[in-house]
């Protein structure tokens, strides 16, 4: 059996440093993913004066409940969506004047129907460039709050966000949801504002799923962050290809992240999964069946999924994921054209991509910037000698140190022998 132990989960990470920072008293974070994009973070929760001091293996983060201490602030996001959504709905509801913006990358990235939503809500808001996009100034005095309507079909993240900002509001929130894409990671707003003392409502209606939010602020918790379940599904899926066991401490049952149900599509193409009381253990035969998987809920797991996919003994079809179009790249498009590099048959369409068995050849991979590309395509060069990357230094973003343990893991394997 091979132990892989994981840096922690960057969502959970991003939530959690929002969390205390609009938190009464101090919270501790302990194992926070340490990497470029949570950096990024408290990187901008320090430029608006919150204090946040780094100890080893853990932050502690002073809470500010009324806004940000600073009065003004200019805030570079980086490459991070969670930093480039989440902060600024932090600084609205505070009092002062700040400034936005974010790598090229980043600035591509659509902002509108948040940014639509905070001037709905009387926040005084300037885009300096392209409309719904970084860069861009807020003019705060706190947020009243009330009733909106958002369409989140095309990132949870601004669900997550307005949900966030709704105990710092004067008279709460009553958001009504259209679409929704990536729910899990809803559920994990959810259980995190619970922890930090706000009891969110939820209702099904006619007109959608309705939240409301009570006004009633935040308390300091201390908070172990889990391991990163979206990361872990490149391990999952090298021992399913490889006919090996990984078992990874700390995602278990009750794990909040929805992304660790991508070992529940390992199980249908074969491997056999283990979901303990606090890890999960997959176990491949190295033979991988076809698949057809709706991933709208899990889908920053699509792309393990499609460098696994070739060596299937049947298509593997993978459905509902428009919405990563418009991640850190065209993840949809980018699976599609690096496989077809490795000479992999593949069909696509506006939301899908059907991947045809085959046996890759040795390519360099195009990352575009994307962590995500080079992880995955990672699992297609187990079994692919000649398989590079034009741009591996990207897993900074969320796993700086991945290149090392997944050499490691491969160092173990080949010294147990076949």
């Given amino acids: ?33 340490v990497s470029d994009d949570s950096e990024g973070f408290a990187a901008g929760l320090a430029a608006l004066g919150y204090r946040v001091r780094r100890e080893p293996d853990s932050w502690r983060i002073e809470g500010s409940p009324s806004g940000p201490p600073a009065a003004t602030a200019r805030v570079y996001c980086r490459d991070g969506a969670t930093t480039a959504r989440f902060l600024p709905v932090l600084a609205a509801a505070g009092h002062g004047s700040y400034h936005f913006d974010a790598s090229a990358q980043m600035r591509r990235r659509p902002l509108g129907p948040l940014t639509q939503a905070l001037l ?46 709704g105990p710092l509001t004067a008279d709460g929130l009553h958001l009504t949801v259209t679409r929704l894409v990536s729910a899990p990671y809803v559920e994990i707003t959810l259980a995190m504002m619970r922890a930090f003392g ?11 799923v309705v939240f409301t939010v009570p006004p009633v602020g935040y308390t300091a918790a201390d908070w172990a962050v889990e391991p990163d379940a979206s990361t872990a599904s490149y391990f999952f899926a090298a021992a399913a ?37 606090d890890a999960t ?24 999924l499609a460098a696994l996919a070739p060596f299937a003994s049947g298509p593997v079809r993978i459905e509902d994921v428009h919405n990563t ?17 490795v000479g992999i048959d593949v069909r696509t369409g506006d939301d899908w991509l059907e991947i045809q068995p085959g046996t890759p050849r040795g390519a360099e991979i195009r990352t575009y910037g994307d962590h995500r590309i080079v992880m995955s395509f990672a699992v297609t060069a187990l079994r692919t000698p000649g398989i590079s990357f034009d741009d591996p230094g990207c897993v900074r973003k969320t796993f700086p140190g ?17």
């Fill in 1 to 33: 059996m091979t132990l892989v132990d994981l840096p922690g989960s960057k969502s959970i990470t991003a939530r959690a440093l929002f969390l205390a920072a609009a938190a009464r008293g101090t919270t501790v974070l302990r194992r926070p993913l």
């Fill in 281 to 304: 253990t997959v176990r491949g035969s190295g033979r991988l069946a076809g698949v057809t998987v709706n991933m709208r809920d899990i889908s920053d797991t699509m792309p393990t």
């Fill in 241 to 277: 290809l490889a006919g090996r066991e990984v078992t990874v401490p700390g995602l278990g049952r009750n794990a909040l992240q929805g992304d660790l149900r991508f070992t529940d599509v390992l199980a249908r193409m074969g491997a056999d999964v283990e979901v303990g009381a």
């Fill in 120 to 165: 709905t809500l009387g926040v005084e808001l300037h885009h300096e460039g392209a409309h719904g996009h970084h860069p861009l100034r807020i003019l705060a005095r706190g947020v009243g709050g009330g009733r909106l309507v958002l369409d989140a079909g095309e990132s949870s993240q601004y669900l997550t966000a307005l949900l966030l900002l």
């Fill in 402 to 418: 991945f290149h090392q343990a997944y050499a490691a893991v491969r160092r173990q394997w080949e010294e147990a022998g076949s």
């Fill in 325 to 341: 179009r418009v991640k850190e790249c065209d993840r949809l498009e980018a699976c599609a054209q690096n496989l077809r590099r």
């Fill in 198 to 208: 706000v009891e969110v409502g939820r209702e099904q209606t006619a007109d959608g």
